[in-house]
């Protein structure tokens, strides 16, 4: 295509700084601040205007012959000036001002029913084709203060000023007509003709011609095609989020075939890599508000990666968006769902949960629902939903009930709302890993099997059991020989319960409370009652020795069990130990500087009966001391280990108490043992099975559930012939706990099976102030669902797929689109309502949507067909014309330039440097980020409070892979502007600062990146030159300019100086980061190249992409 050739000014100038020998570096300079508006558009059907001063993106104007548009011209005007006051919204809605009387009904005019009404005073707000007889005219016009509409800043907080023009533009169109329209976002998208242009040869795909068509139209012409080499780094970090290497470069720059073919192969290259997946999956998961914490109040961990990884897999096969779509909304409801669908199903777990205390379940519902609702509509509709939650919505038609009924969709799962702040908050699923996942089904298919026979063994050989059970006789074999059973005392009648194995009967210092245990009686003790046993256990500090007993006792106190300690002799002696939930256990010559005492890691079951075995190896160590709790042993921590004196105490064995005080008050004994050895974990698992075992076939009566504890025993235990069937239950059981455990949790939805969702209306969004019950439904002003669409989930996922939707298929395009620009065609990627954005090029983007669904909803193909385009290889250079009429590119007058998001330039420095890690998928990893920023927010019961970097490799994955803490987002990301994903997230802010710069300069990981990079230079040659372009080539695939260079090898010689002058200081600077330098590195040379890689990498240029 012929263009002019005007003067071009470059935005991709060096900011390269000559570096002082006090500082060694200068800050590279920000881009100009992103303005935090937008320019009123105009769409590709306007005529061209003449030149003006104005921004040609800018203007409103309209031609005399062209008709005034109510979506393009008119609904702008009066959303923003009248719908507050006369809108959609019943409760702000107001008479029509002092032109009506103030006693007749609510005006409003955002639909024609009621705006061509008569009012009370028998005439209408506007009169189509009669603007001097429409009383909305003539209080826009009036030049009274008390009644002109809108009504002045200074008399309501909702007031403005129109200004002629826009009052001029009314006029017209009620002159013709009034001709409203349906909201334009709510229309069909359909594929128009392709507007006719004047240069067909530059148009490649249709997307040019609805781009040149507006720019013919404002009088300006495209930019010639983009460098080569700067191409292929806009197309490689926009489709894989990371730079070209610099043999991709040469090889690109230097294929002599035809250039349109290369880069559609080149293009197709990208989209396939693994490198694309990764880089679509992070900018999904802002929108899916991804974060490997809860949030909220403790923001405990969560384990819910294995969704981020279904994310990346999903993108990696180019899964269709329609069923991208389905799977998260309701994977888990959809017919004979798969592992992968219902790990899909996570989507909707990824927003922010509490465990709080003091929480209110229902208010919490109510929150969740209400997000899961905001972030569907902003993810596929571009609607805000949340704005009619506590009223109809003020500019959108979207009213109060329509709101909730969407929420209905998700007010039907099984989850919780405290999350108890676990990382595996119920609904969860086991995601095997990948050699895994064959396995397991066929494992469950072995084991229910092996259960099924077992099942059948026990019901053919009842009869053998049932004559075991009435035999005299156990036939078990004791667990420990009886020479080592010191005493034996059962606690479990009133009767007999204090004699001993050997008839010998004990006392207690006042009248035992007896109570009902699970199986006979047991003791229960009080403050003041404890049992004496004697000189029993009487045992030294290098005696083996070891007890038992079956216990239930409260949480909440401290006292002892079982206790042969001298309390008025330095505590001397040994106890089993309740503290607080816990059992502890004391070995003591005299407290507190001569002792032992061990600790379990885990509280004891609360008021249930378990069984706890003490074995002491007689060794003076801490690690001879073992707790088993129900025949396991349990983990432990190390309070004291110093043992050196004698633990023999004249004190009794008691129990219920410590010699005079600690009582084991309001707890409970049975079935106490002591023995002279040290016990196994088979012994102790054994002594916890057959005492419970001979107490059972002791009692005279038996219920139901200790009758089938004896035959599971039976069965397990005496049966010989069914012994190799539990071996192979137990082999297969074996195989699927290791599955498991190298497996991983991730959250799930599921729908509750005996219900269905409704809601109800919360007025003004309070969940106590419940109003009408609703059913799930969609809004009436789009599609209905259709009726073989169910009211819940999986309905939702269909409908919002369904060709009919004008919504998803736009709103999708359109953030992608502003993925490749910088900006959407909508420049508000979530709020395509009455008070969003105006499409700059509104058939453009009908186009997109329309194609996009045609095309099976095949994002390989949307991203080829807009990088292919004109519109995207264009230079990014911008004449000051150009600077002028369209300074913010709406008009995409040349190509995209913009400051690259957080992950990118991260992920810029660790590629470019080599330092990479190219593995994909698995657990979030830390790495080196500064000390305390966790500590800062974090809860002092926070498993997120302390941030311990990782090591090796995980430090080097790509940034998708960053730990999310949602309290504490990583400070180089958030710094760059990455979002909390506290909320959905479609479109990121963009900010240019000195801290950025600060970050990049002085951030370990750019530091060590650089200093890698500086270290392959200095390899590659001995040339200042050759080096220098070694690094440019990488960070910004081109070579130095001669004036480049001139400038660096000014900043290499300072630095040369200052190092070789303070070896200290260069040594210091190079060790930052993890990876070794090479042993013969001159470390005043590496750490002058190091800066010379640093300064490159913060020029402006780098990091724009």
Known sequence: ????????????????????????????????????????????????????????????????????????????ILSSACYHCHGPDSGTREPGGPLTPNDGPPLRIDQPEFAFAKRPNGKAVIIPGDPDASLLLKLMESKNPDEVMPLHPDRSPHGSILAPEKIALVRRWIEEGAQYEEHWAYLPPKKTELPAIQHQDWARNPIDHFIAKRLEQAGLAPNDEEDKARLLRRLSFDLTGLPPSAEEVEQFTSDPRDFDTVYLEKVDQLLQSDAYAEHYARHWLDVARYADTHGIHIDNYRSIWPYRDWVIQAFRQNMPFDQFTREQIAGDMMPSATLDQKIASGFHRCLPTTGEGGAI??????????????????????????????????????????????????RNTTMAAMDRNKADHPPNLLVPRADDRKRLPKLNEELAQVKQSLQQHRKAHESQFQAWLKSPQSERSSAVADEHRILQLD??????????????????????????????????????????????????????????????????????????????????????????????????????????????????????????????????????????????????????????????????????????????????????????????????????VDGRIDALRRLAKKTPNQIQQLRDYYFESIDQQIRPTLAKLQQLEQEKSAIVKRGNITLVMQEKTNTVPY??????????????????????????????????????????????????????????????????????????GVMGARPS??????????????????????????????????????????????????????????????????????????????????????????????????????????????????????????????????????????????????????????????????????????????????????????????????????????????????????????????????????????????????????????????????????LNK
């Not at 263009?3 to 000559?18: F, H, V």
């Not at 570096?25 to 601040?33: E, H, M, N, P, V």
């Not at 992920?907 to 998928?921: E, F, K, R, Y």
């Not at 010379?1092 to 990498?1097: D, F, G, P, S, W």
Request: glycine share 4%; charged share 20%; hydrophobic share 35%.
């Open 361 to 410: 379940a229902e208010e919490y519902q109510a929150i969740y629902a209400q997000d899961r609702a905001d972030t569907t509509a902003a993810a596929w509709l571009g609607l805000t939903f949340g704005c009619a939650s506590c009223h109809d919505h003020k500019f959108d038609a979207i009213s109060t009930k329509e709101n909730y009924q969407l929420t209905a969709f998700f």
């Open 491 to 688: 606690l479990n009648h009133k009767s007999h319960g204090l004699t001993d194995s050997k008839g010998k009967t004990y006392r207690s210092e006042q009248p035992l409370k007896w109570v009902k245990a699970d199986f006979g009686q047991a003791v229960a003790f009080t403050k003041n009652n404890a049992i004496q046993l004697g000189n029993a256990g009487d045992f030294e500090r290098d005696q083996a020795f070891s007890f038992s007993a079956w216990m239930k006792a409260p949480h909440g106190f401290s006292g002892a069990p079982i206790a042969k300690m001298h309390t008025q002799e330095s505590h001397r002696g040994y106890d089993l130990w309740c503290e607080q939930g816990h059992l502890a256990v004391h070995l003591i010559h005299a407290w507190p500087q001569d002792f032992i005492k061990v600790t379990t890691v885990k509280t004891y079951p609360k008021n249930k009966w378990f069984h706890v075995t003490v074995s002491y190896d007689g060794s003076s160590q801490s690690d001879g001391v073992k707790i088993y709790i129900n025949g396991k042993p349990a983990a432990v921590k190390v309070n004291a280990n110093k043992l050196t004196g004698s633990i023999k105490t004249s004190a009794p064995l008691l129990l219920g108490k410590r010699f005079n005080r600690q009582p084991f008050a309001n707890g409970q004994l049975q079935g106490f043992q002591l023995f002279n050895r040290e016990l196994t974990q088979a012994q102790a698992l054994a002594i916890s």
């Open 1 to 76: 295509m012929a263009q002019p050739k005007p003067t071009m000014i470059s935005i991709n100038s060096q900011r390269i700084t000559a570096v002082s020998v006090a500082c060694l570096c200068a800050l590279a300079s920000c881009d100009q601040k992103q303005r935090a508006t937008s320019p009123e558009q105009t769409s590709e059907d306007d005529p061209a205007p003449a030149i003006s001063a104005q921004p040609a993106s800018e203007l409103t104007t309209i031609s005399a012959d062209q008709p005034v548009s109510f979506n393009e011209h008119i609904q702008p």
């Open 841 to 1102: 090029h509104p058939k453009l983007l009908d186009w997109l949507a329309a194609d996009f669904v045609e095309n099976g909803w095949d994002f390989h193909h949307l991203l080829r067909t807009i990088v292919s385009s004109s519109t995207y290889r264009q230079s990014a250079k911008i004449s000051a014309e150009k600077l002028a009429r369209d300074p913010l590119n709406t008009l995409l007058s040349r190509g995209p330039r913009y400051r690259m998001d957080a992950e990118q330039i991260r992920d810029l420095a660790l590629h470019s440097s080599g330092l990479m890690s190219a593995q994909l998928g698995g657990p979030s990893v830390k790495p080196p980020q500064p000390k305390g920023v966790w500590e800062a927010v974090a809860m002092n019961q926070s498993n997120t409070r302390f941030y311990k970097a990782d090591q090796g490799n995980k430090v080097y994955r790509r940034s998708l892979y960053t730990f999310w803490k949602r309290t504490a987002v990583h400070p180089v990301m958030d710094i760059l502007n990455a979002p909390s994903r506290e909320v959905s997230c479609t479109q990121r802010d963009r900010t240019n600062t000195p801290l950025q710069a600060l970050v990049v300069m002085n951030g370990p990981q750019f530091l060590e990146s650089s200093r890698r990079l500086a270290s392959a230079a200095m390899a590659h040659s001995e040339d200042s030159r050759s080096r220098m372009d070694y690094i440019a080539m990488r960070l910004l695939s081109r070579r130095m300019s001669t004036e480049e260079s001139q400038i660096i090898r000014q900043t290499l010689d300072a630095a040369r100086k200052k190092f070789t002058a303070d070896p200290e200081a260069a040594a210091t600077f190079i060790a930052i980061g993890a990876t070794p330098n090479q042993p013969d590195s001159n470390a005043a040379e590496l750490a002058a190249w190091t800066l010379v890689a640093n300064q490159i990498l913060n020029m402006d240029e780098t």
């Open 759 to 832: 809601a109800h209306v919360l007025i003004r969004g309070e969940y106590a102030n419940l109003g009408e019950k609703v059913s799930p439904d969609v809004p009436a002003s789009l599609p209905p669902m259709s009726e073989d669409m169910p009211k819940n989930r999986l309905g939702l996922a269909q409908w919002l797929t369904m060709p009919e939707n004008p919504l998803p298929a736009r709103v999708t395009v359109n953030r992608y689109w502003s993925y490749l620009f910088g900006k959407g065609i909508v420049t508000t990627n979530s709020d395509f």
